[in-house]
């Protein structure tokens, strides 16, 4: 044991974490001993004294991110191991070996054992974000052991911690470089550029998590008329034109993300594309449009972020699936998404069955879409398969 910051929990509380569930609720705990402070490493043990694993505080609702189970102490040694597990995982996957994509996760917090940390790259450039303190604490050493593991494929490493920490944490978190000192990365993706704002862009710049659905659309959308809604830079877009679209229509509220989407065009066809940009309210674009379309792409932002919000998000869903399916020509192609981790598979599923219903078209299934490999789900978490899509027929 490598602290003497102790959880213990209560009678009967312990099965969660003998199933190596990453979570410890505060609604478990029976007492802590040595009073520990936010990211402290803590050991866990369970009613009857026997430890169960070693991980990082946090006074919130999830009060310890389990990072070792067993008797393993959680060192520099033992940490650094799990990112280079983590980078060869991705090496394993090919994507280091892929001349064509160089835009991937590296470390997906605990589908990777490493809850509470996200590692992203974009070409030599990388990007750390902490959902705990615990990771933050130490983010100068996670970045040269990032690099130490990369062999010399990274050459930048960018902290982005400041927006995904605990709103309620102790600390004075600024995003800054750790390694180096990138600009603005150009990244591949299957072949094509896409410029990375790292620095001012959602999430770590880009979201990665599409990858492989973004491919599976640029088969689907030769010869078809096109609307992207919630665009973001224009990833679905870019992969529509490639695909041989007759047109594409991105939507998106945020000028500057839509800045970045004509930027996104451009750079992968300098010589024009059949493509129109839209600064607009996806909401209010939806409910007064009139064209009709042949492939609608609904990839919004997560609208539940807490179970208390799940009620006002599934209504969301339902409206713009709904109004997305009557904008559609008969057989026309809806790819359609949910990156809300508390909206179930399930409960996504069956709300866009509402909402085809509410319509009254015939519609069919023809995919189910999760998140790329680089994204894996540990066994023991399912929380962490967040992303649910479905591709659609609408006759």
């Known amino acids: 044991m490598s602290t003497e910051k102790i959880i213990t929990l209560k009678p009967g509380k312990d099965q969660s974490v003998l199933r190596f ?3 410890v609720f505060s609604g478990a705990i029976a007492k802590s001993t040595g ?26 609702t999830i009060q310890v991110r389990m990072v070792s189970f067993g008797e393993k102490e959680i060192n520099d040694e033992f940490l650094s191991g799990r990112i ?28 990777d054992d490493l809850p509470g940390l996200v590692i992203d790259r974009y070409g030599d450039t990388a990007v750390v974000q902490c959902h705990s303190v615990g990771f933050w604490l130490i983010r100068e050493k996670i970045a040269q052991w990032l690099v130490d593991a990369a062999g010399g494929a990274i050459a930048h490493v960018y ?59 640029e088969h689907y959308a030769k010869g078809r008329e096109v609307m992207n809604v919630f665009c973001y830079t224009g990833g679905f877009s870019v992969s529509a034109l490639r695909g041989g679209a007759l047109k594409v229509l991105s939507v998106d509220s945020s000028k500057k993300a839509m800045q970045r989407t004509d930027e996104n065009v451009a750079l992968n066809f300098p010589e024009g594309a059949p493509h ?26 997560a609208f539940a972020k807490h179970t208390s919000a799940l009620t ?28 809300s981790q508390v909206v179930s598979r ?17 519609v ?32």
């Open 276 to 301: 129109e940009s839209l600064v607009f309210d996806a909401f209010e674009l939806l409910a007064s449009e009139d064209r009709k379309f042949d492939l609608i792409v609904l990839d919004p932002p």
């Open 159 to 217: 902290d982005k911690s400041e927006g995904s920490l605990p709103p309620k944490a102790k600390v004075e978190a600024r995003n800054s470089w750790l390694i180096g000192e990138g600009g603005m990365p150009k990244g591949l993706e299957y072949g094509l550029k896409f410029r990375v704002d790292v620095v001012e862009g959602q999430k770590t710049g880009f979201f990665i998590d599409q990858r492989e659905n973004r491919r599976l659309l």
């Open 35 to 60: 009073e520990p402070t936010e990211g402290e490493i803590v050991a866990v043990k369970n009613a009857e004294g026997v430890l169960l694993g070693e991980g990082h505080f946090q006074p919130s």
């Open 312 to 339: 006002q998000a599934l209504r969301a869903y339902r409206k713009i699936n709904a109004r997305a399916m009557e904008l559609l020509r008969p057989g026309g192609i809806l790819f359609t998404f949910s990156c």
């Open 84 to 111: 280079r597990e983590a980078w060869n995982r991705r090496v394993s996957l090919g994507f280091e070996q892929d001349p064509d994509t160089n835009i991937y996760r590296i470390v997906h917090g605990e589908g």
């Open 346 to 362: 399930d409960d996504f599923r069956r709300n866009v069955f509402t909402a085809a219903t509410q319509t009254g078209r015939r």
């Open 21 to 23: 569930h990453p979570w």
């Open 364 to 395: 069919r299934i023809l995919h189910q879409l999760t998140q790329p490999a680089d994204h894996p789900v540990n066994i023991y978490h399912p929380e962490g398969e967040y992303l649910k899509g479905l591709v659609l027929e609408v006759s």
